[in-house]
């Protein structure tokens, strides 16, 4: 399975960017998507997660500003992200948890880049 991102740029403090992710090939069991970040100099770190049954969840860092939406049935997530900050310049990475549990990630896409500047 390949999951492949894409959205990402740059964008003003304060702006919006929305990153899409789209798995590519048979993806099968009950299935979480989320949405991680690496930001730079610091470990992978989650940012939200939906289920099938519409659940999500957010890091502290980021309620409020992003969200998550998905069709799990047709293997495709959404991250739209206001109120941008430089803290969130980072590659941002699509993974699948094909348990549905939201604590299995087993697929992941590569990445893409998302720039802020103040």
């Known amino acids: 399975v390949q999951l492949v991102e894409s959205g990402g740029g740059s964008a003003q403090a304060g702006g919006s960017l929305r990153l899409s992710c789209a798995a590519l090939g048979p993806l099968y069991g009950s299935r979480c998507l989320g949405w991680f970040r690496r930001l730079s100099g610091e470990a992978r770190e989650r940012v939200a997660t939906?289920?099938?049954?519409?659940?999500?969840t957010y890091a502290d860092s980021v309620k409020g500003r992003f969200t998550i939406s998905g069709d799990i049935a047709k293997n495709t997530v959404s991250l739209e992200m206001n109120d941008l900050k430089s803290e969130d310049s980072g590659i941002y990475i699509c993974?699948?948890?094909?348990?549905?549990?939201?604590?299995?990630?087993?697929?992941w896409g590569r990445g893409t880049q998302v720039t802020i500047s103040s």
């Open positions: 939906i289920d099938r049954y519409e659940h999500s």
């Open positions: 993974a699948a948890d094909p348990s549905g549990t939201c604590t299995n990630f087993q697929h």
